[in-house]
């Protein structure tokens, strides 16, 4: 399984960044409601959050004591998969709402305290901590590499940089 490329998540935020701008001025054009997740929405980010740590220091726990304790190794691929998942999910968020939210930003003069513009800015911290936490457990799930023949250090010259092991 291959890691998250960074430059893959920057540009996935920034297409939903572009997507939430223009899906928040259309939706502003044709009179409908601003295009974001209400608050209760960061209440289930935050759930997810839980889940994904919890799940992922569980991985961590086994690293650390060096395989001593026992891993389902179905659960550790599980886990993440759940977390490279919340990261990108992590970026959708946080991309689609900052682009609602920079729409959203120069009616605060004329309404202030305008409910989706601060549900636009709250689910962006959402976004930022999903992915964060994504992120985290995917790096918990990585078997550090073991000394291989000849002092290669365990690195495989075939391996593209960005892909690792994982537990």
Known sequence: MRTIRYRRLALICVLAGLAGWAGS?????????????????????????????????????????????????????????LAQASAYAGVLLLGWHVGVFLDQLPLWQLRPGHAPTWSALAMTAGGAVLTAAGLLVENFCRIPPDDGPEGTNGTDPDTPDGEGEYA
Do not use: Y
């Open 25 to 81: 001025m259309l939706a502003e054009r044709w009179s409908l409601p601003v295009p974001a997740l209400s608050l209760t929405g960061l209440l289930t980010v935050l759930a997810v959050v839980v889940l994904v740590l919890v799940l992922g220091l569980r991985v961590r726990r086994w690293r650390i004591s060096g395989g001593k304790t026992s891993l389902d190794p179905i659960a550790a691929a599980r886990t993440l998969v």
